[in-house]
């Protein structure tokens, strides 16, 4: 696994931020989700979702990022406890 991973995962699992994180299986045949279809799917809360070397922070349905990643497909995220 790469390193910068463990980097910030250690950092937002610590206090006071204290997020968990949520893997994404990809069973054969399914599709993983998209950053559009979670914020569909998670109106309330802020998460930080892991893509392909990028992460963005979705907070209450919206996504937040310096590009337009709606369409990219999610591997896992970041919830608060």
């Not at 559009?36 to 979705?58: M, R, W």
């Not at 337009?68 to 406890?81: A, H, M, Q």
């Amino acid at each position: 696994e790469d390193p910068r991973n463990e980097a910030y995962r250690s950092l937002l699992y610590s206090e006071p931020f204290c997020f968990k994180r949520i893997g994404v299986s990809n069973a054969k045949g399914s599709k993983r989700p998209t950053v559009k279809s979670f914020c569909k799917s998670h109106p309330q809360g802020t998460y930080i979702l892991e893509l392909a070397n990028h992460l963005v922070t979705v907070e209450d349905g919206d996504y937040y990022d310096i590009w337009d990643c709606g369409d990219k497909c999610l591997y896992g995220w970041l919830e608060r406890k």
